[in-house]
């Protein structure tokens, strides 16, 4: 009896998870889920016409029970051997109490939905954002934020005051506690044998950045760019090639790690402010 194919799971299947896909679904399988049943078929027909086979899944991510029924019938397909977790709203698309239901309960669900499907070799990778140098949360909320079961995670009364607040601050939280979680969950990953990380991406143009230039952000967005040292806006495929890194034998030794791809607008920004920082 053959062997059955590796599963690629793609959660989220817009401009970095589609172009995710094409770079890695090369010999797997795809499994791609999204919310959105008009974003999967459009997605998933591109993918077709381009040779590859895909099933696809329609997941809220904030459900539990929808984002493990999704790793079940992926580990039932064959091996999940690469996960990508892209899905997630923009200050712009939702208020803050939906940002925090997908972007960090969404996460904590994905990890521990695929944690139980995960074997030697996997590895998990999820999309945070450099908005989480934004938040700078309290020790007692980072560690919550870590370690906290996934339904106790908006308990907190320090996230209850957000909710009721600004978007962009929910996003940027959410965004640290991502690789929070990551961090913790790095140990139980490693025991089965499998790797776990994210990638940070700055100003990448896709359709939600887009839609983010045309709101209240977007004058930020516009300054972000042009205080970029290399001057422009990343690509989804530039993503990709990150994601594409760490899931591949050449990133065997990292996990619980996050790759920052910004055009060095982190590191532009900080040596700015560094050098008006030096005496005369």
Same mark, same amino acid.
């Given at each position: 009896m053959p062997n059955p194919r590796n599963i690629l799971a793609i959660i989220g299947s817009g401009g970095m998870g589609l172009a995710t896909a094409r770079r890695l679904a090369g010999g797997r399988t795809v499994f791609l889920a999204d919310a959105s049943e008009k974003n999967l078929l459009s997605s998933a027909k591109s993918l077709r016409d381009d040779g590859h086979e895909v099933q696809t899944h329609v997941v809220d991510v904030a459900s539990f029970e929808s984002v493990q029924k999704f790793a079940s019938a992926a580990a039932a397909a064959g091996n999940v051997d690469t996960v990508v977790h892209t899905a997630g709203l923009s200050p712009a698309m939702a208020p803050a109490a939906r940002i925090f239901e997908v972007d960090l309960v969404g996460t904590a669900n994905v990890i521990d939905a695929f944690y139980e499907v995960v074997s030697p070799g996997s590895t998990l990778t999820c999309i945070a954002s450099i908005a989480r140098f934004g938040a700078s949360p309290s020790p007692a909320l980072a560690a919550h934020l870590a370690t906290a079961p996934r339904g106790q995670l908006l308990s907190k009364p320090e996230l209850l005051d957000v909710t009721t607040s600004d =978007?962009?601050?929910?996003?940027?939280?959410?965004?640290?506690a991502n690789l929070l979680r990551i961090q913790a969950a790095a140990r139980r990953y490693a025991a089965k044998g499998a790797r776990i990380n994210s990638v940070s991406p700055g100003v990448i143009l896709t359709a939600m950045v887009r839609q983010e230039l045309e709101g209240p952000s977007g004058p930020t967005i516009k300054g972000m760019i042009a205080g970029t040292p290399m001057q422009r806006g990343?690509?989804?495929?530039?993503?990709?090639?990150?994601?594409?890194?760490?899931?591949? =034998?050449?990133? !065997?030794?990292?996990?619980? !790690?996050?790759?920052v791809v910004d055009g060095g607008c982190i590191a532009g920004n900080s040596g700015d402010l560094m050098a008006k920082g030096k005496p005369e």
């Open positions: =978007p962009a601050a929910a996003y940027s939280v959410s965004k640290a990343g690509s989804a495929d530039e993503i990709a090639s990150a994601v594409a890194f760490l899931a591949g =034998p050449d990133a !065997s030794y990292i996990t619980g !790690s996050d790759l």
